[in-house]
């Protein structure tokens, strides 16, 4: 399964940026779409996740909470994370993760910057 990727770039802090993945085939058994990020030489971090199965639940990492919100559709196979106010950093190398029962798909990476 490839993604593909859009929606990164370089931004001014307070902006915003929209990324999406979209899945090149079918995912069966969907049960959770998830955002990480790498920041320059720091470990990557799990950002957002949607959980669909076996009970529904959206959760965010304390430092965008309130600022970023996703977007997973198990039916079309894409997950978007709409990010807002964005701040230095947020600075990172995105990351969309598609989970079945047994198996995890990773996109390559959207880089964001986010600088004056």
């Known amino acids: 399964v490839h993604f593909v990727e859009s929606g990164g770039g370089s931004v001014q802090p307070g902006e915003s940026l929209r990324l999406s993945c979209a899945a090149s085939e079918i995912i069966y058994n969907i049960y959770i779409m998830e955002w990480y990020r790498q920041p320059p030489g720091k470990d990557r971090e799990l950002v957002a996740f949607?959980?669909?199965?076996?009970?529904?639940?959206?959760g965010y990492a304390d430092a965008v909470k309130g600022r970023f919100t996703i977007s997973g559709d198990n039916y079309n196979y894409t997950v978007s994370l709409e990010m807002n106010s964005l701040k230095p950093e947020d600075t990172a190398v995105y990351y969309c993760?598609?989970?079945?029962?047994?198996?995890?798909?990773w996109g390559k990476g959207i880089l964001v910057t986010v600088s004056e």
């Open positions: 949607d959980r669909k199965f076996p009970d529904t639940k959206i």
């Open positions: 993760v598609v989970r079945d029962s047994v198996r995890a798909f």
